[in-house]
């Protein structure tokens, strides 16, 4: 099972703390802007890289807004990933969005 985190109580850890940020939606919205630092691994791709992820590491997960990183913690949860949903995604995102 995975936990939900609202986005300000994510801005908050990822200004003062040191955490693992996966950004799973399409290529071509990533290209529109992201948070910086977020490692980009497409939903639709996902699979593909549970392999490499790290079962020692929480990884906070954002989409648009929360739906499709949902899916995707729960995916990555099933394999032992230790996850956190953002909730209302990058259509929240306050910090340095481009």
């Known amino acids: 099972m995975y936990k939900s985190i609202s ?5 908050h ?3 003062n703390e040191n955490v693992t ?3 799973v939606r399409e ?9 910086e ?3 980009h691994i497409p939903l639709s791709k ?4 549970v ?6 590491t929480p990884y906070y997960v954002m989409c648009h807004s929360g739906g499709r990183s949902a899916m995707a913690c729960q995916r990555l949860s099933a394999e032992g990933i230790d996850t956190v949903n953002i909730l209302g995604g ?3 995102w306050k910090g340095d969005k481009v």
């Open 37 to 39: 630092g977020a490692q």
């Open 13 to 15: 850890k990822w200004n």
């Open 90 to 92: 990058i259509s929240a």
């Open 51 to 56: 392999n490499q992820l790290d079962k020692n």
């Open 7 to 11: 986005m300000s109580e994510f801005e």
């Open 27 to 35: 290529l071509d919205e990533w290209e529109t802007g992201h948070v």
């Open 46 to 49: 996902l699979d593909e890289y």
């Open 21 to 23: 940020l996966i950004d």
